[in-house]
C-alpha cells in the first residue's frame, strides 16, 4: 500500500509556542488512521497544518508525492483534501443548500458536483428537510452533518475530520463512522480522523496514533491500541 | 445564475424605467433634479451596500471613489468638448475605468485589513483624494474645481426639452443598468462567495474560496459603481469641486445603506431616496421655522447630520435590518389568525 500523505518533522504552532514538536506521519491510501490523545496534545494543531491554514515552521508535507508547504488553502480542496474544523465550517449566513454548494464550486464536472449534492441529501436526511434554512437554526448535530457533507460534495479522497461526534447523538456517531468505513472501500477514501471518543474511533479506524504535548508517542493497529491497556491508562484515561 | 433569474429582474426593471419616465414628466424641473441626483446615489449605494453588506467590507473611502469618478469625467468631457452626444459616453466609460483601477489599488491593501484597521485605511482615502485637488493645482484647478463641457440634450428629443429630465433619463439609465447588473451578480455564485468569506474566512477556504481574490474583486465591483455614480453627479452639477465630496459624504453613503438594509439593493434604492430626501426636508423645515440667519445657517450644514445620526439610532431600535426588511417584519408579527 502507498502511503497518501507523509509527514515528517513537522513543528508548527501559535506565534513563539510550538504547539508540534517535530511530527512524522505516514497514512497509507484507502485506509482511516484515528489521532487520538489528551486535550492539548496538539491533535486539531496537526489538522489545521496538513490543511494550510497554519504554516509549518519546520519538517515536509508530502501529498501524493507533492509539497504542500507553498499550497495555499484554497487550492487544497482542488487537490482533494478536505478539512471538516472542530465545530464549525459552516457558513451560518448561508443556507443548507448554499453551504453544501459552496463544497463543489470549485469542481469543473457541473453535472458531477450535482450527482454528489444529491448523495449528501440521501445521506443525511436531516439537511433535506432543512435545505433552504440559514446555519445559524441548525442544531449542533445538523451543523456537524452539513460540514462533514460539504466536504463530501467535494469528493475528497484525503478527509481531515476534527472531532465529528461533538455534540452529536451516540447513534448518529456510529452512522457517520459507518459512513466512513463504508467511503473508504467503495471509494478509496483515505481519513484522518481525530477524536476524544477513542472507543468509537478505533471501532472504525484501521490504525491510530495517540499524541501527547505536540508528538507522536504510539502508533499501533486498532485492535491492538484497544487491547494496550497500559496506554490507554496513561494517555486515554480510561 | 439560471436565464430565469436574469429574466425576473428584467421583469422589476422594465416597470421600473416606465415609472422613472412617467415621474421626469409629471414631476417639475426641481423634483426632476431631485430624482436625478436619487439616481446618481443608486449607483453608489448599490454598489457600497454589496461591499459593505455582503462582503463585510466597511468603506468609509466611497466619497472619495465618487470624486475619482468626477473629476475623471470632467477631465475627459472637456478634452473632448463639442465633439457630439457620444462623448459624454466614452468619458463616463472613462470614469468608471479609472476608478475601477483605483479602487482594485484600495481593494489590495483592503484585503489585508481586518474591522478598525479597514476604516482607517478607507477613511484616509476620504481624507487624502479631496486634497490631491490642491496638490496637482494646474490640472484640478485647486478647490474652485472644474466646469463641465455638456452637450445639451439631443436634438431629436425637441428644441425645448427640459434640461432635468435629460439629467434624470442619463442618471437613471445608470442606475438601473448598475442595479441588474449588480442583482445578477450578487445571485450567483459571486454573491455566495462574497458571503461565504463574509461569514467565516476559514471555512470559505476550506471550500476552495480565494479570500483575498473575493474581497478584491468586491472592491473593485464597488468602486466601478461609485465611478459611475460620481461621473453621474458631475454630469447633474455640471461642474466638480473637491468641496462637493467631504468626508460627510462618504459617512452619509455609508448611514443610508445602514439604515436601508445591509446587503440588499432594496435597501440601497431606501438609503438613496434618503440621502436626497432628508436634506431636502430639514431645509425645508428651518425655512418653515422663523430664526434668526445666523442660527438659520448653523442648522444648515449640520442639521441634516443630525437628522441622519436620530433616523439611523429610530431604524435600528424598530427594524435591525434597515427599512428594506419593513414588510417581511410586518408579515411576521402579524398574529396567526
Redesign the interface.
Known sequence: MSALLRVQELTAGYGAAPVLHGVDLTVPAGTILAVLGANGAGKTTLLRTL?G?LRPTHGRIRYDGTDLRAT???????LGI??V?EG???????TVD?NL???G??RRDRADARRALTEVYDLFEPLARRRHHPGHQLSGGERQMLALG?ALV?RPRLLLLDEPSLGLAPRVTAQIMALLRTLRDTTGLTVLLVEQNVRSALSVADQGVVMSLGRIVARDDAASLRADADLRHVYLGF | MTGRTWLRHLAFLLPAAVAVLALTYLLPPFRTYQLATVGAYLCVTAGLTVLTGLNGQLSLGHGALMATGAYTLALTQNALAGRGQWTLLVSTAAAVVVTTAVGAVIGCAAARLRGPYLAGLTLAVAVVVPSVTSTFESVFNSDQGLSVALDPPPLALGATFPYERWQAWLSWAGALLTLFLLANLVRGRFGRNLRAVRDDEAAARLAGISVARTQVSAFVVSAACAGLGGALFAVLAQSVSPGAFPLTLSLFLLMAVVIGGLGSLTGAVCGAVLLVALPAATHSLTDAVHVSPAVAQRLEGNLPLAVFGVVLIVVMLALPGGLASLGRTLRRERPDP
Open positions: 490543511s491554514l495555499p488553502v484554497e487550492q487544497m480542496v482542488r478536505a478539512h474544523p464549525r465550517g459552516v457558513v451560518t449566513e448561508l448554499e454548494r459552496l463544497g464550486l470549485w460539504r467535494g
